[in-house]
């Protein structure tokens, strides 16, 4: 069995530092300090956050973990919903392409042990609200022009990242500093 290479704690706190604060910061320590996976982090709504004055007092800041962001095939995505597997939450509009055969979707973990609630480091609750933060001042600045998804991790415009697309940021990341290559999932190992 081939495992995938993984950064030592201390190639995780270079990273940290050498990160500036971003999308691709927010999600590295939520996969590495909360054992999420990508969908997870991409799908995760502020709803489901709380960062309220006494969860953070009590050390309890904490995720739901209660859906995903996944790219489906449309025909996949019918067929299970028939048969009761799969509930998409919420389908994202086509921005570029019409007629395809995907959909970008929120939808139910594959398994159902994946619903779960994560408790934050005071660290990662820290960065969620400065993230939050951020967001907002965006929203403000675009105003309508600014699609809200209520999405944790959101482009420019509010559109949702995908898998892919945070794979390339860590991978220019790694490249410019100089890292052991990685993949993004093996940051919760």
Same mark, same amino acid.
Not at 36 to 51: H, Q, S, Y
Not at 61 to 84: D, Q, T, Y
């Given at each position: ?29 939520? =996969? ?113 022009? +600014? ?13 949702? +990242? ?9 991978? =220019? ?17």
């Amino acid at each position: 069995m081939t495992t995938e290479p993984v950064w030592e704690p201390i190639t995780i706190a270079k990273a940290l530092s050498l990160c500036g604060f971003d999308a691709l910061y927010v999600a590295m320590n939520l =996969a590495f300090a909360c054992s999420l996976r990508i969908g997870e982090i991409l799908g995760l709504t502020w709803d489901c956050v709380d960062l309220s004055e006494e969860a953070l007092a009590s050390g309890n800041a904490s995720l739901f973990i209660n859906k995903e962001l996944k790219r489906c095939e449309k025909s996949s995505v019918e067929a299970l919903e028939k048969r009761g597997r799969s509930k998409v939450f919420f389908t994202f509009p086509e921005w570029k392409r019409t007629n395809c055969k995907t959909m970008l979707t929120l939808k139910t973990p594959k398994t159902a042990s994946s619903v779960r609630t994560v408790f934050l480091p005071k660290t990662v609750a820290l960065a969620l609200i400065e993230a939050k933060k951020q967001q907002d001042e965006e929203k403000m600045l675009l105003g309508s022009d +600014y699609k809200d998804f209520n999405l944790v991790l959101a482009q420019p415009g509010g559109r949702p +990242y995908e898998p892919r697309q945070i794979d390339c940021m860590l991978a =220019a990341f790694i490249q410019e500093n100089e890292l052991r290559s990685v993949v993004f999932h093996s940051l919760r190992h």
